[in-house]
């Protein structure tokens, strides 16, 4: 069983690898003709660099995961759960300083690769901004939020299953409970604080653009009275917008940097699009989507802790709830990937319903040349292969989005 669950790990990198190649040969041929004035010669030459550093470093990176990963599998979690037995006697505890120290080690090992990443690749190609205090404050905020969040959620989850080891149903059902609870409260409120631990986010001044935003609400049933500006460049050249929270609590954000680079047409046009999401439910349709994962991950979650074989396999003495997480984790990557296809494909169909809800509401034009800017800003693959297109892309290629809009 071991071997079997390190094959499933080695096959999941290499299946993903070829993907990636794919993707990249497929870049190279030539770009559709609707979007052929997205680069200039020299633009298009910086995405070509950007974009083989990028592959190449994520191989590596990737890699190197793998390689740590099927490590530990061989010994050294075995070794650290019974190490961490003599430091608690609290079960709950002991899965909690198992994952926390496996949590921390695994960051501690992602930071040279976001370093360098940030500072040498981005910057090269001319993206960056981060300040290196930024960077710090940025990695040690997200650590103690993901090792708080996690262990409060983590915790909870394990109280249920001591309380319900032996009603593995209800254990399940309380789980997909509490997960759901969490993915609304994630879209509601969790994720706009989450932001704002990172950002600062300002009202946008008075003005035409605000008041043809504030109109264009209006005229469809939405108070976007909250428009807000975050400082997105004090990171990054990158733009986008967004339209968050649900209820009372949505919000209109527009990167600084798309207000610097785009012109009011365009931001009207890219904000019609994210309106248009509103109009059409989609982000309920996503929540109920991601609820609805929540049922597999919990069913997964019960049947891996209702299996001690597979801990015997891996040297642990029996059942080891931390342990079971990491060993869930892996299992569901191929069958997260898999299921990612049809969840993909209704992402994409929404975007589509929402670009032309944009173009109708404002000016085609507006949104073909909205979506050429934030393409070029963001060294966007014109040429993406159809296979790389279904596994992985919540979004149609900018070449399908303008087609459609025109």
């Not at 394990?158 to 149903?169: A, G, N, T």
């Not at 409970?177 to 969790?190: G, P």
């Not at 609400?217 to 400082?231: A, P, R």
């Not at 994409?348 to 670009?355: C, I, N, T």
């Amino acid at each position: 069983m071991r071997w079997l669950v390190i094959g499933l790990l080695a096959a999941v990198y290499v299946f993903e690898t070829v993907i990636a190649v794919l993707n990249f040969r497929h870049s190279r041929k030539p770009i559709p003709r609707n979007v052929e004035d997205v680069y200039d010669k020299k633009r298009y030459k910086k995405w070509l660099a950007y974009s083989l550093e990028g592959h190449r470093f994520n191989l590596v990176q990737q890699g190197l995961h793998l390689c740590v990963l099927i490590i530990l599998l061989l010994g050294p979690f075995a070794n650290l759960a019974r190490a961490v037995s003599n430091w608690a006697a609290d079960p709950i505890w002991q899965s909690l300083i198992f994952l926390g120290i496996y949590q921390t080690f695994m960051q501690l090992l992602a930071v040279p690769f976001r370093l360098y990443r940030t500072f040498s690749i981005e910057e090269r190609h001319g993206f960056n901004r981060t300040a290196k205090k930024t960077f710090v404050r940025d990695t040690i905020v997200s650590y103690l939020v993901s090792l708080c969040l996690g262990g409060l959620v983590l915790g909870g989850i394990h109280v249920l299953f001591l309380k319900f080891s032996d009603r593995i149903w209800a254990f399940v059902g309380l789980t997909w409970a509490v997960l759901a609870l969490i993915m609304v409260l994630a879209v509601a409120v969790i994720g706009k604080w989450l932001m704002r631990l990172f950002n600062r986010f300002t009202p946008l001044p008075p003005g035409e653009l605000r008041n043809r935003i504030e109109g264009l609400g209006s005229s469809l049933g939405f108070n976007v009275k909250t428009i807000l500006v975050m400082d997105a460049s004090k990171r990054s050249t990158k733009s986008n917008a967004a339209f968050t929270g649900i209820g009372k609590t949505r919000e209109v954000i527009l990167f600084d940097t798309l207000l610097e680079k785009m012109s009011d047409d365009e931001i009207l046009a890219v904000l019609a699009h994210e309106l248009g999401h509103a109009v059409h439910k989609d982000t309920w349709r996503l929540l109920g989507r991601q609820v609805a994962m929540m049922a597999f991950v919990a069913a997964g979650i019960g049947l891996i802790l209702q299996s001690p074989g597979l801990y015997l396999a891996f040297g642990f003495s029996g059942v080891h709830f931390g342990f079971g997480f990491i060993l869930f984790s892996i299992l569901l990557e191929p069958v997260a990937l898999l299921l990612g296809v049809p969840f993909n494909l209704l992402s994409r169909k929404a975007e589509f319903k929402a670009d032309a809800f944009a173009a109708e509401q404002t000016d085609a034009v507006w949104m073909v040349s909205a979506l050429k800017a934030l393409a070029r800003e963001n060294l966007v693959n014109l040429n993406p292969h159809p296979l790389a297109v279904l596994l992985y892309y919540s979004h149609p290629p900018i070449s399908e989005r303008i087609a459609a809009a025109q």
